[in-house]
Nanobody
Framework: QVQLVESGGGLVQPGGSLRLSCAAS????????MGWYRQTPGKQRELVAS???????NYANSVKGRFTISRDNAKNTVFLEMSSLKLEDTAVYFC?????????WGQGTQVTVSS
C-alpha cells in the first residue's frame, strides 16, 4: 500500500508564495512521474505541473513562470514552489505519483489566495 502525505497549503495574499510538499511511503518501487493537480468546486481536476524520472517538467500555461516543481528521489518527495500567487490559484491541490503502472493520489491540501 502506498500513502501520499501532503503539506504546505494555507492562506496567502495575492502576490505571495507557498511551498507544497508531498511525500510517498509504503510499498512503492521506482517512481516515474510525480506532480500536482488542482480542483475548484464545479470544475474538473486540472494538471498544474509534473516531473518525470528524467527531471523533465511540464506546466499548465496558467502557472508557467510562477510555479516550480522539483523532486527528491531519495525521499520520494515532490515539491511545488508557488510564487506571484493569484486569486485564481485558489483550489485544493492534489499530488500524484505514477509508479508500476498505477497512479496514487494524496488527500489534497487547500490553497487559498485572498486579500
Amino acid at each position: 500500500q502506498v500513502q501520499l502525505v501532503e503539506s504546505g497549503g494555507g492562506l496567502v495574499q495575492p502576490g505571495g508564495s507557498l511551498r507544497l510538499s508531498c511525500a510517498a511511503s509504503g510499498s512503492i518501487s521506482r517512481i516515474n512521474s510525480m506532480g500536482w493537480y488542482r480542483q475548484t468546486p464545479g470544475k474538473q481536476r486540472e494538471l498544474v505541473a509534473s516531473i518525470a524520472a528524467t527531471e523533465q517538467t511540464n506546466y499548465a500555461n496558467s502557472v508557467k513562470g510562477r510555479f516550480t516543481i522539483s523532486r527528491d528521489n531519495a525521499k520520494n518527495t515532490v515539491f511545488l514552489e508557488m510564487s506571484s500567487l493569484k486569486l485564481e490559484d485558489t483550489a485544493v491541490y492534489f499530488c500524484f505519483v505514477w509508479s508500476s503502472f498505477q497512479n496514487y493520489w494524496g488527500q489534497g491540501t487547500q490553497v487559498t489566495v485572498s486579500s
